[in-house]
């Protein structure tokens, strides 16, 4: 029988990265791409005050406009990061910005914040929150994270992410400020620790009751930046790191001929580095926040030893590009074997 799924997935391959990645947004948007199964109870996870019906969120960059988040989040996904979104609209870098490194089962991207900006983002949003004829509001299947960003030019960061917390905070279940794209000049540098903290004091102070607030960070700082990042984190009032965004190093390993791109990898060839810093950041923690794990993740193996190093979470986002759909099966069957084979018998042991 023919795989509509896989079809689709092996058609958008072979298109023009970007055409394709508009496409797919198109195609789930309109459900179009399938629904998941219900997941196994044993895969629930509850942390930040919610509850996530499996470990496995999308990583943001994906659906940049929320314009597919209930198709997204009805394919199997425990959660849907939506965004970045910038307080305007920008239209990003020139293309081509956007390289598969298919032999190395990476991408480097170099989009830029590309962004509908904020009003329409809202207004993508809005239709989710309606209620039906009944006045009921139907509950997304996943709890739905929003990430904010800045713009390239014009941006006061202790204005911006303040008033972009405000406009986001009545529809996300959790908030992520990326200081980490590296495709935006001066944004990696408000990850340092004074900046960090002014950043949070401005957000807190403007916006008490917010949803629980994560910090996604760059796998390219030192490992002695992490500390005083996550302490900052933690005085600050935040909820939660994300541990990492793409990187701008070239393991000498690359074979694709996109290699020398610029711009941020993504993907399988990161799979070291983000190991290494959920390790640091993981003994350094201590439970005390939220950590999500995204980089390099592609097995179900890898999701359950990055929930034992301190993850509590993780986000897919080059596998799913290279998969499509079928990988949260794949994911999710083998972490369940996975945890038989540990004698795990729910991820909530994981946490005791």
């Not at 490194?101 to 989710?128: H, V, Y």
Request: proline content about 7%; hydrophobic content about 40%.
């Amino acid at each position: 029988m023919l795989d509509i799924g896989k079809t689709a997935t092996w058609l958008l391959r072979r298109l023009d990265p970007e055409t394709a990645h508009e496409l797919a947004i198109h195609s789930i948007a309109r459900g179009l791409a399938g629904h998941g199964r219900p997941d196994h109870s044993a895969l629930r996870t509850d942390i930040l005050g919610l509850s996530f019906p499996n470990p496995i969120g999308l990583a943001a960059g994906f659906d940049k406009n929320a314009r597919a988040v209930r198709g997204l989040a009805n394919l199997g996904f425990g959660f849907v990061e939506t965004g970045t979104v910038t307080p305007r609209p920008q239209p990003g870098n020139p293309r081509p910005r956007l390289f598969r490194l298919t032999e190395d089962r990476a991408i480097i991207n170099r989009m830029g914040f590309n962004s509908c900006g904020i009003d329409r983002f809202c207004q993508n949003l809005a239709p989710l929150f309606r209620p039906d004829r009944n006045g009921q509001v139907q509950p997304a299947s996943a709890p739905l994270g929003i990430n904010l960003g800045i713009n390239k030019t014009g941006a006061d960061p202790l204005v911006d992410y303040p008033a972009l917390v405000g406009r986001t905070k009545s529809y996300a279940d959790y908030i992520t400020i990326n200081l980490s794209s590296p495709n935006t000049p001066g944004l990696r540098d408000l990850q340092a620790a004074d900046m960090l903290s002014r950043l949070l004091e401005a957000i807190q102070t403007a916006h008490p009751d917010r949803p629980p607030l994560l910090v996604k960070l760059a796998p390219d700082l030192g490992d002695k930046a992490y500390a005083p990042i996550l302490q900052t984190a933690i005085d600050g009032g935040a909820d939660g790191l994300i541990l990492t965004n793409t990187t701008l190093a070239r393991p000498e390993s690359l074979r694709s001929p996109h290699r020398a791109e610029s711009g941020g990898l993504s993907g399988a060839p990161l799979t070291e580095r983000t190991w290494d810093v959920l390790e640091l950041v993981g003994q350094l923690n201590a439970r005390r926040l939220c950590l999500i794990s995204s980089g390099g993740i592609e097995t179900g193996r890898d999701i359950l030893a990055r929930l034992k190093l301190g993850a509590d979470l993780v986000q897919v986002y080059t596998a799913f590009i290279y998969e499509g759909p079928a990988l949260l099966t794949r994911l999710k069957q083998e972490l369940l074997q996975e945890m038989s084979r540990s004698g795990i018998h729910s991820l909530a042991a994981l946490r005791r």
